[in-house]
């Protein structure tokens, strides 16, 4: 009898650390989608109202200076997010979302509106079908990170070039390789919040604040996926 009741006891608690496993994950996707919803107002509102685009487009070191402002807020996020209180980090992620939104903003005007629209159902398909693969895959995801940071990297380095480049084919051969790039990172970024999970049992805060971090990298995978996406098959005004 005592066997049943610690069989039982082992099976009950497995559940309990699934439910909160699961809840968990939930939560980390909805600030996800805070942030993507704070994006979105700010470049519709941004792109709606003439006399401040016209500001945007004349300032190019303003635009660069935002562009500036993101790298080093999500640096600043990476680095100390383990000392941090939940509320500055999470407060730090929405006023990210709210610098990209600003920057967004210059792409809203140059895509027609119904390009913008498919683009972002596809992309919500094709994300949503990764985080499903990530969170259930049995395959360990972290085997691929080298490649998938390696590929990172790459995309980054000729993004740069072809701005001095110009170059259609390049850009095409970019944003195919980012395409894969980032559907690989969303299945990863989503597997790893169980790590975030069960690498902080008993320190709410720490797992908290590691859930914010990676709201940022699945929020960063979207973003990524949209613009690979919209060069794509998107069709400018």
């Known amino acids: 009898m ?3 009741s610690n069989e039982y006891s082992s099976y009950q608690s497995d ?6 496993l699961n809840a968990y994950i939930s939560k980390v996707f909805m600030w996800m989608f805070i942030g993507l919803a704070v994006t979105a107002f700010v470049a519709f509102t941004i792109s709606n109202s003439y006399s401040i685009m016209v ?5 190019t070191l303003l635009f660069f200076g935002l562009l500036i402002g993101e790298l080093i807020l999500v640096s600043v996020l990476s680095r100390r997010i383990m000392k941090m209180q939940f509320q500055v980090a999470f407060g730090m992620f929405l006023l990210y979302a709210v610098l990209n939104g600003v920057t967004f903003s210059i792409i809203m005007i140059a895509y027609a509106a119904e390009t913008i629209w498919s683009t972002f159902l596809i992309t919500s398909v094709t994300f949503g079908i990764m985080a499903l693969y990530g969170r259930f895959t049995r395959t360990d995801l972290t085997q691929f990170r080298s490649i998938l940071f390696m590929g990172l990297i790459g ?9 001095f480049l110009k170059s259609s084919p390049l850009g095409w051969i970019i944003s195919i390789v980012g395409l894969f790039v980032f559907l690989g990172l969303t299945a990863y ?7 975030y999970y069960y ?17 940022l990298a699945l ?7 949209f ?4 060069r794509l098959f998107g069709r400018r005004k």
């Open 2 to 4: 005592q066997q049943y």
């Open 15 to 20: 559940v309990e650390v699934q439910q909160g």
């Open 55 to 59: 500001f945007l487009i004349n300032n």
């Open 155 to 163: 995309v980054a380095i000729l993004s740069l070039v072809n701005i």
């Open 189 to 195: 970024d989503t597997q790893k919040l169980k790590d």
């Open 199 to 215: 690498s902080t049992d008993g320190q709410i805060e720490l797992r908290k604040n590691l859930g914010v971090l990676g709201a």
């Open 219 to 225: 929020y960063l995978d979207f973003i990524n996926l």
């Open 227 to 230: 613009l690979m996406l919209l």
